[in-house]
């Protein structure tokens, strides 16, 4: 492990956290990969990636545990040593209107999506800051910052998230940590939400004409985890094909 350059990825088997780990792992590093309960996707992802000449771990981690956090940073470190490279992309969506939605429900987002990750990013910085380096992405979303009818909820968590990061950015500059944020617009993997007309709809206001894919989200997380993104820090970086909203 000597030497190894170690990147966790939390919500490792969705859309956009497998493609991110597949190229993390195709730039040279030993990814672990958190996953809440797909062990099947996530062995696959491993297999795929130990076939690619890459190299993942795997950690089960269900955030909507209370110190679950917390627990799955020590078991990253127990099985690969601390991680130089932090990719936030657990999330859970939810759609309905906020007076709709449930407190537990409401609470449950929050947890998964903002304070478990939270947790598991702070028990993580102590190694980064004695290291004097580190690469921190939160994989946000255009909802937290545009709003969106029906996301109430999810927004929330997320604008929470990301909240968290940009100030963090702040603290941890002097140690050579650099915490960006990536927020994706409409996705390919979403379109299920979605009816037709409603896709149409949302089609019509990107710029670029078409929703996001995966490796659109992956190739800038791979940028701002690298030695060319060194002086960038406290961004948030829109990875929405220009969407009006």
Partial sequence: MSGERIAAITGATGPIGAQIARRLARDHAHVVGLYHSNSAAAQVLQAGIGEAGGRMSLVAADFAVEGEGARAAAEVKRLAGAPAT???????????LALLTRDETVARLMRINATAQIAFLRAQLKPMIAAGHGRIVV???RAATAGMAGQAAY??????LASFALS????????GITVNVVAPGAMES??????????AEVVGR????RLGRP???????????SHEA????????PVDGGARF
Avoid: C, H, P
């Avoid at 927004?155 to 929470?160: E, G, Q, T, Y």
């Avoid at 989200?217 to 985890?225: D, I, M, R």
């Fill in 155 to 160: 927004a929330a968590s997320k604008a929470a």
């Fill in 168 to 175: 963090l950015a702040g603290e941890v500059g002097r140690y």
């Fill in 86 to 96: 932090i990719v936030l992309a657990a999330a859970e969506a939810g759609r309905a």
């Fill in 230 to 237: 060194a002086y960038v820090t406290g961004a948030t970086i």
């Fill in 139 to 141: 994989v946000g979303s």
């Fill in 206 to 209: 990107i710029a670029l004409g």
């Fill in 190 to 199: 979403s379109a299920a939400r979605y009816n037709e007309a409603e896709q």
């Fill in 215 to 225: 490796e659109d989200v992956a190739s800038v997380v791979a940028f701002l985890v």
